[in-house]
Nanobody
Framework: QVQLVESGGGLVQAGGSLRLSCATS????????MGWFCQAPGKEREFVAA????????YYADSVKGRFTISRDNAENTVSLQMNSLKPEDTAVYYC????????????????WGQGTQVTVSS
């Protein structure tokens, strides 16, 4: 049974930082591209960042470049998202997801999802 469990969300003031973590089990982690997505109320799910399985290349949405950093630990089967200089518009539920595609920001290409963790940034 595949499980992805996010943690690290919370309430933070604008300009602050949070580190999200996603613990996985039941999948061959090192062969999956791992991504983070977010969804704000009334909006569609949006791509945030991804790290590939092949060479740990990273990709980011334009809105988070220079502020967020995604990383993976294949020994621990975890993926993290360091979020700095947070803005109120970053407020959303953040999901980690796993994809067998090498490079993708398309949420339809992610097979497995966590339950999400809430990030709220106050102004």
């Amino acid at each position: 049974q595949v499980q992805l469990v996010e943690s690290g969300g919370g309430l933070v003031q604008a300009g602050g930082s949070l580190r999200l973590s996603c613990a996985t089990s039941g999948l061959r982690f090192s062969r999956y591209t791992m991504g983070w997505f977010c969804q704000a109320p009334g909006k569609e799910r949006e791509f945030v960042a991804a790290v590939t399985w092949s060479d740990s290349s990273t990709y980011y949405a334009d809105s988070v470049k220079g502020r967020f950093t995604i990383s993976r630990d294949n020994a621990e089967n975890t993926v993290s998202l360091q979020m700095n200089s947070l803005k109120p518009e970053d407020t959303a539920v953040y999901y980690c997801a796993a994809s067998l595609y090498g490079t993708t920001s398309d949420y339809l290409k992610y097979a497995y999802w966590g339950q999400g963790t809430q990030v709220t940034v106050s102004s």
